[in-house]
T-cell receptor, first 111, second 112 residues
């Protein structure tokens, strides 16, 4: 079945450093979504990418969707303590009514 | 105030007991989903429903059951057949034609 692999599993950075998490799918995706889960909280939708090679920015966050629509990345520039949490990618396949989530990357930050 | 409400926030199950987790949404969303999250793990799909009175098994449906008698409600029963039920359970919903999921605040289930 479809699998979405996400790396790294954990990342610890100093405040102000950059952070990147990567997702790779075993199959071509129709779209990829990114969610953030704060400690003790629930996942919250960040963004959806649909087009091949698409790049979207939200302030210090940059999201990319690969040309083959099988991989994606989330890059945070100059991390702040408010960025702490687990970031999940979730891939959608055309015709399927469900998303497949990656394992998540847990980001911790040393102030 | 629209949203997804999960209850209870914490639940304890005794050996051999069935327990039911509640999920209610007032967003008029068509599709609803149940995910299981284990510590340090991603979200694994248990069951999902696109319309009332219809639902499909996800990747880890064994030991669980659901019903969808109303559009607003999608309760999950964790049966005694689920031998490792301790986990954080998340309910989600989405509007037809929109891929984005909205999540409830979750229920932490533990075994006594």
């Amino acid at each position: 079945g479809q699998q979405v692999m996400q790396i790294p599993q954990y990342q610890h950075v100093q405040e102000g450093e950059d952070f990147t998490t990567y997702c790779n799918s075993s199959t071509t995706l129709s779209n990829i979504q990114w969610y953030k889960q704060r400690p003790g909280g629930h996942p919250v939708f960040l963004i959806q990418l649909v087009k091949s090679g698409e790049v979207k920015k939200q302030k210090r966050l940059t999201f990319q969707f690969g040309e083959a629509k099988k991989n994606s990345s989330l890059h945070i520039t100059a991390t702040q303590t408010t960025d702490v949490g687990t970031y999940f990618c979730a891939g959608g396949v055309q015709g399927a009514q469900k998303l497949v989530f990656g394992q998540g990357t847990r980001l911790t930050i040393n102030p | 105030d629209g949203g997804i409400t999960q209850s209870p926030k914490y639940l304890f199950r005794k050996e051999g007991q069935n327990v039911t987790l509640s999920c209610e949404q007032n967003l008029n969303h068509d599709a609803m989903y149940w995910y299981r999250q284990d510590p340090g793990q991603g979200l694994r799909l248990i069951y999902y429903s696109q319309i009332v009175n219809d639902f499909q098994k996800g990747d880890i449906a064994e030991g669980y059951s659901v019903s969808r008698e109303k559009k607003e409600s999608f309760p999950l029963t964790v049966t005694s057949a689920q031998k490792n039920p301790t986990a954080f359970y998340l309910c989600a919903s989405r509007y037809r034609g929109d891929e984005k999921l909205f999540f409830g605040s979750g229920t932490q289930l533990s075994v006594l």
